[in-house]
């Protein structure tokens, strides 16, 4: 048990200070302004919020639980790492769908020239892009779910430095949230801007809370570490 918590104590503090960042900056100016399918924006907001929390302790109560005690394998044989992954892509649906939903009920509350966000929007989307290309291509969407908690193979694999990877060690949280700053501007969304901030940050947490321990008693602190 003291080893599934390890470093949960960080998760929980930082979750604390954005959740209050997240209810402090929803007093501003128009970030509670619209509605989407009969549904005001705070509905939405909030929504969104919960689902990447949602989906991130998700990720680390299975991960901890699997790879310490192989529960998942226990409950579930053979179909274990399905199951997880299943339920992952699950609730990052839902988490990206909350945020369209949000920038939508909350369009044009951004205060800029439509034209310039877009161009912004298209901007941020291409690195994303190139991730999701880099992931296909050269990493794995089974090992990028963190399938070396689950099966010895994808601990002897390699590092990927082809694509995306060859810049930088953590490419899926570097890069990939920039799809949901691309969704808030290209609506012109103040909340989702602020939602996209949120996920951005909280991924972070999750590296240093949760994935990094974990890859460190994986592969040892000075061995070969994943890169994401």
Known sequence: ???????????????????????????????GSGEFCGIGTPQWFWTAIGFAVAHQVFVWFCWR???????????FGKLSFPVYASVFFMLGSFRVAAVFALAISNRDTLLMDIAVLRMLAVVLLLPAIYLLYSVIRYFGFTRALGADHFEEKYRMLPLVRRGIFRFTDNGMYAYGFLFLWAIALWYASTAALCVALFNHLYIWVHYYATELPDMKRIYGDTGRLKRT
């Open 1 to 31: 048990m003291k080893l599934i918590f390890e470093k949960q104590w960080l998760h929980v503090f930082a979750l604390v200070l954005l959740l209050f960042g997240a209810r402090q900056a929803f007093t501003l100016e128009g970030m």
């Open 65 to 75: 639980i699997q790879l310490y005690g192989r529960w998942l394998d226990n409950v």
